[in-house]
């Protein structure tokens, strides 16, 4: 391909590689995201050599001045987007941009549209990086900078046939195979690559060095929060309903001891409440502390250390990685003993609830230690005993409302004597008398625990702890309403949890005398509605989300005290900092790694269909890979075409001498080959024939025979070389 | 066996009879080394025969002459049958084609019906007679001369006939000293009958498969083909080279380092061979002026083309 063809390719591929990456970030508007798409497709096809879209692209050319209208007009669209429409300098900005992107590619005329074609796509892709974090940035921006050096590159080569010939001397002697060629040689080509390659290296580098101010200017203004519903200071009955089908991700939970024994489900407990309205409940323990902070920077919860009786429960180490969400609770496994993270300071209520100041606009990471509670022996024999005035001002309130509730809950725990035995009545009856559904617009009714006990008998998570909460307190067990998620998505490549939306959850603590808070659960497991799809995908699929989180963790909150612990580690000592390295590269591909370990075991199992999703998209892969390295003509005589080192030496020796002689008076012409060159030399200047002589067979021997000089040559060329640099021209 | 060591005894063997024209006796050898034919255009007397001649004896080989009038016919070329009365048979008597090196002295001056079964056996190398096919003896080269002088009663060859041929050489008038050393040499016997074989013909052979190994690097096919295009694009001409011409000139230039001692081709090979190589392969426009088939135009119109075509570097 010639250079100049090769240029406005690589020049219309820069565009569309900013253009892409603005469309996934900003999210564009529809219409200017298909005029942008359409106007760059008609530039590739036009240089592709359609003639009929070549003539076509002539009707529709407009004047310079048509054009330079309608800059202005776009630049006037700017001002009413950034104040009435967009009302934001960031989108009105944004889409300013495209409209320049699609008139400079009507106009590729002159060198300098070039340079402002590449100067908007430099800026989009800019811009598409400050709005987002997200992984396909990666790809994309790669792309970008492989396609940014072929351009650059191009246009440095192309540059010299439109310049004037000021010199035709220093042109015509200028050693410059590749612009006599004009083409696009295998050399050029894996030049261009190599160099992107190695820009590439050196800006990890200089990401993993330099320190680092924020991350996203713009980013706060666009990255909307998760609207969650649940967590706040009032909750109607039947809000968590509507979400149970969200599938977005709200957080991470990684354990650090991997697996709990209950496997496959972690409660994370958000908020509990204690008021009951008959319609809504409410939290009036709302009164938040600061949690005190000790020496290491780690938050300890005191309030519930005092509570509750010195009790031996199971420990849960969890970290968790937080998506925006519109509400500063932290989650985490009951009871939260100790949290850590970069929070300024936590607060905490008399539930146990932990908060931040105020909801996190960007993803936030932090640790907490947590220890259940487990039913103690007292408990287990005891009659009814006294609870602390507290509890009971707090966790025995019921609203108005028909007295069938209370004689139920009597009627099913009459025979039990036990607080402990009364609760898991309830619970076993709720459990297998009522159907679990989502579709049960309880919520518009008067009094929708009613409505659930008695007639519909069908309901969801809130119905069922509501009706659990109510019924222990009409025979006056304190019981109070947790709402949080219910995690059960484990990802075995990462070892963690994913929660979304639609692990929303609520269930119960009853308070027992001697043991404390104890969770318990009525809702009864509801039918898996996400097994569609075959496990091939759901592996796959959990397998992108590990290398996103890891995406998320290793570069987008790369941090200045990530690199100060970089540095750290390098001072430690440089194995340490490898093994580091290696570490986080493996985590890195870990899941590829499993990936094959997965297909084989797929292949075990001897299930054809998802051995095929597996190979499948893996041949069409190899398909392109083999039509990319055989097919394409760049691929032809890569290997036979090497330049030793040996050869390079004599041709720059060469080059020096052909300078030389230029200064000397004697200029090689363009058409002059090499031996013609030695005649003329002989006849202008015989004394320096013999050494010009003798360099030029050993230049024509490595250059057009590809038989490289030997050591004796090379340094024999050299000396003549320093003769003749030193000889007197007559 | 050394190569350039034979080769150059060879020119010099024959530079003994013609006299201060090495660069045409050089390329005499590029042509047969190429398994090219070779056309001599210039005034009588200048040695055409007598380059041919030398070649001949120089080689070992065969050599017949076959002088074109106007009513040669193509059997006194190809050969004739005759009726075997002792056999009872037709019998194919081979006719002076059949031999290494066939002098063509004056080919202008024959009909076009013998010019071309002539030109055929060129390209084919062999001789279709009463559908039989008799293959000539390797190696074939085919000298033809004409006089570009004398235009009265010739049948002028057209382009693509001369095509066939891969160069065509003018001889010109030797330099006072030169010519008064052959005036000075005995007349009594033909110059060429005291030159002694220096080569055997399947020696000859040999030389020609080396010619296949010598290498032309990319850059320099890239320069050929650019002369090439120029041709086709210059407005001097009416009709350009050929990809015949393209691969005569290839091969001439590989003949041609061999000739010059080396297994590589350079530009300059290509520059020099350019003008005999491609000049009668082209059509100068008629706006030219001047008689169309002026070959010093035509040579000069190419080497022109060629002093503006960038030597790769």
Known sequence: MPFDQALRFASIWLASTSFIGLTLGAGLPEWLAVLTGAALILALLRNAGGKSIGRLATYTLMSTTGWNLLVIVGFLGFWVDMLWISGELLPAGVHFLMILMIIKLFNLKLRRDYLHLYAISLVAILASGSLTTDLWYLPIFSLYLVVGVWTLLLFQLTKHPEEPRILTMSVAMRPQPLASVSQVTPQFFWLANGLALATFGLTLVIFFTIPRVGAGFYQKGF?????????????????????????????????????????????????????????????????????????????????????????????????????????PVLFAAPFIERVSGKFPSVQSDLTGSVYLPFPSSSRIEYSVLSRSNSVLPEDLGAEPSVYPESVIRHFLQIPTQPERIAVLAKEITQTQRTIYNKATAIHSFLTHNFRYSLD??????????????????????????????????????????????????????????????????????????????ITMDPTPPSIETRGSGSPAWHALGRMLDTIRLQWGRIFVQYSAADQLAVVRELEAGSTSARNKALDSMSTLFSPFMAMFGGMADYASKGTIQSLAEVLIPTLIGLAVLLWLGIWRPWANGMISKKTTRDEQVIMQLYGRMVRHLARKGIAKLTAMPPLEFVRLTQERWSNASSAVASITELYCRARFGHIPPTREELSLAENHLRDLMTLEKP | MNPTGIIQAIQDNIARVIKGKPQVIEMSIVALLARGHLLLEDVPGVGKTTLAHSLARSLDCSFKRIQFTSDLLPSDIVGVSIFNRQKQAFEFMPGPIFANIVLADEINRTTPKTQSSLLEAMSEAQISFDNKTYPLSQPFMVIATQNPAEYHGTFPLPESQLDRFLMRLRIGYPSPEEEKKVLDRPQSLHPAEELQPLLATHDVLLLQEQVDHVLMEESITDYLLAIVQRTRQSDLLSLGVSTRGALALSRAAKALSLVRGRTYCLPDDIKELAPIVLSHRIMVARAQGLRQRSCEQAERIIQDLVDSIPVPV
């Open chain 1, 223 to 327: 990255g909307e929060n998760i609207r969650t519903s649940g967590f706040s200071e009032t909750v109607n009955l039947g809000e968590i309903g509507p979400i149970k089908r969200d599938p977005s991700v709200v957080m991470r939970v990684e354990l650090s001891d991997g697996l709990p024994q209950q496997a496959g489900r972690l409660y994370l407990r958000g908020v509990a409440f204690d008021q009951y309205d008959g319609k809504a409940w409410t939290n009036r323990l709302n009164y938040r502390r600061v949690v005190s902070e000790d020496a290491a920077g780690t938050f300890v919860l005191r309030n519930s250390r005092s509570l509750a009786t010195p009790r031996l429960g199971d420990t849960i180490r969890q970290n968790i990685l937080l998506e925006p969400l519109d509400t």
């Open chain 1, 440 to 517: 049960a617009p309880l919520i518009e009714q008067d009094q929708p625990l009613e409505e659930f006990l008695f007639t519909r008998k069908t309901g969801y998570c809130e119905h069922y702890a509501t009706a659990m909460v109510i019924m222990l307190r009409t025979i006056g067990i304190p019981a109070r309403l947790v709402t949080g998620f219910l995690a059960t998505e484990w990802n075995e490549y990462g070892n963690y949890y994913v929660v979304r939306q639609q692990d929303a959850h609520a269930w119960v603590e009853v308070h027992l005398p001697h043991s404390g808070w």
